[in-house]
């Protein structure tokens, strides 16, 4: 039987079924060993983002492998290092790669800025000048059953819905030429909503920073 540290590490990658989630204490200390779990994971990809369908790939290949081992739980560690030493170098040599089309790639005309920083959970960039959001999900905040994230935009006293951030994986929105405006100087804010009723404004405001 997997050890906590071994189950929160599951949780975060979304290797458990639904049984399982629902034998598990959701405990503050479990709680916390998962929020490090994700922290650590995204912490790793952060150093060497790949393109949505590698690291699909990379991930699934994980899932399978893990899912397929029926050992005990010291020797289903030992076979998710021995994974872990094949992942790296594909991450590295991805990484490599990204530099050095960074230094050969011109400089792009559309203004881009950042909205939210990944330490929040997302890392949110806007395109201005095509109106496109990017946002890709880093460590998200954790919410009950029927709940979710929503972005918001406030300037000059009024506040504007965005976008929901999603759970895992990344995403495109495409922005309101008012919304792309008030991006720029305005108030980004975070809120946990209940997704079965519309979003009007916000009401369970989590996080609110000014864009720069």
Known sequence: MP???TL???YALGLLSKEEKADIELTPEFLTEVEQAHLKLSALQLQAPLDKDSSKKIWNN???KIKSEKETWQDTLMSRFRMWLYVLPA???AF???MLFQQTSPVADSYSMAIINAKVG???NADIDNRKLSIASVSPMLVGKNEVCALWVQKDGATYFVSTLPNSGNKTVSMSPKIAQMLQGGEAI???ESSDKPMNQPTRIEYRNQIS
Do not use: H, K
């Open 190 to 192: 975070i809120s946990i």
């Open 3 to 5: 050890n906590q540290n």
């Open 122 to 124: 997302w890392e949110v």
């Open 91 to 93: 991450i590295f040599m």
């Open 62 to 64: 994980i899932s399978q």
């Open 8 to 10: 929160a590490y599951e």
């Open 96 to 98: 490599g790669s990204l």
